[in-house]
C-alpha cells in the first residue's frame, strides 16, 4: 500500500528565501508524481508533474525532482514571494486509478 | 481552456438527508476521481471511474454511491448523511489512455451537514 509523507508539515521563511519541500513515497513502482497547490477553501492547483521516466521539472520558479530508488521527490522553490504562502501537496499515482497524496506542507513567506 | 467543473459549489443539508454533487471533467479526459478532504487534512481518495466504469474504491462509505454517465460527467450520491461528512468534495479529471495521467481538479463543492 503506498504511503506518501511530506516534511516538514509547516514552514515559515523570510522573503526571498530559497527553500526545499520534500516528499517521500514508499512504493518506488510509480507512475508519476504530482505537486499541487492549495489555497484556503481551494481547489488544488498543479504545479509540476514528474513521469516515472523524468528526473526532474522546471516552471518558472519552480523546480521538482524525483528519485524513484530512493523514494523522494523534492519541490525546489526559489526567490520565494509572499503570495507563494499556501499549501503544497504531493501526490503519487502507482497505477489503479488511484492517486495517494501527503498531508502537505503549508508555507508562509513573510513579507 | 475548458476546466474541471463542479456543482454545486455550496451545499448545506441536514443530517440524514441526501446530496447529490456533479462533476464535468475537462473535454477528452477519460477517467474521474472523487476525493473528500476533512478541515486540515489531507484529500482522500473515494472512487475513480474510468471510460464510465468504476476502476478503483478508497475510503468512500456504502452511504455513498457515484456513477460516470455516457458524457463522461459523473455524480457521487450521499445518503443518510452525517455530522461527520461535512468537507470538501473535489472531482479530478485525467487522461489516462495516452495522456501523462496528470490530474486536474475542479474546485470543489463544500458540504456542510447540520
Known amino acids: 500500500k503506498q504511503e506518501v509523507t511530506q516534511i516538514p508539515a509547516a514552514l515559515s521563511v523570510p522573503e526571498g528565501e530559497n527553500l526545499v519541500l520534500n516528499c517521500s513515497f514508499t512504493d518506488s513502482a510509480i507512475y508519476n508524481l504530482q505537486w499541487f497547490r492549495q489555497d484556503p477553501g481551494k481547489g488544488l492547483t498543479s504545479l509540476l508533474l514528474i513521469q516515472s521516466s523524468q528526473r526532474e521539472q522546471t516552471s518558472g520558479r519552480l523546480n521538482a525532482s524525483l528519485d524513484k530508488s530512493s523514494g523522494r521527490s523534492t519541490l525546489y522553490i526559489a526567490a520565494s514571494q509572499p503570495g507563494d504562502s499556501a499549501t503544497y501537496l504531493c501526490a503519487a499515482y502507482t497505477g489503479g486509478f488511484k492517486t495517494i497524496f501527503g498531508a502537505g506542507t503549508r508555507l508562509f513567506v513573510k513579507a | 481552456a475548458a476546466g474541471v467543473i463542479q456543482s454545486p459549489r455550496h451545499l448545506i443539508k441536514e443530517k440524514r438527508e441526501t446530496a447529490t454533487l456533479k462533476c464535468y471533467p475537462i473535454?477528452?479526459?477519460?477517467?474521474v476521481y472523487w476525493y473528500q478532504q476533512g478541515p486540515g487534512q489531507d484529500p482522500q481518495f473515494l472512487i475513480s471511474f474510468y471510460e464510465k466504469m468504476q476502476s478503483d474504491k478508497g475510503s468512500i462509505p456504502d452511504r455513498f454511491s457515484a456513477q460516470q454517465f455516457s458524457d463522461y460527467h459523473s455524480e457521487l450520491n450521499m445518503s443518510s448523511l452525517e455530522l461527520g461528512d461535512s468537507a470538501l468534495y473535489f472531482c479530478?479529471?485525467?487522461?489516462?489512455?495516452?495522456?501523462?495521467?496528470?490530474?486536474?481538479f475542479g474546485e470543489g463543492s463544500r458540504l456542510t451537514v447540520l
Open positions: 473535454p477528452r479526459h477519460d477517467t
Open positions: 479530478a479529471s485525467s487522461l489516462a489512455g495516452g495522456g501523462t495521467g496528470e490530474l486536474f
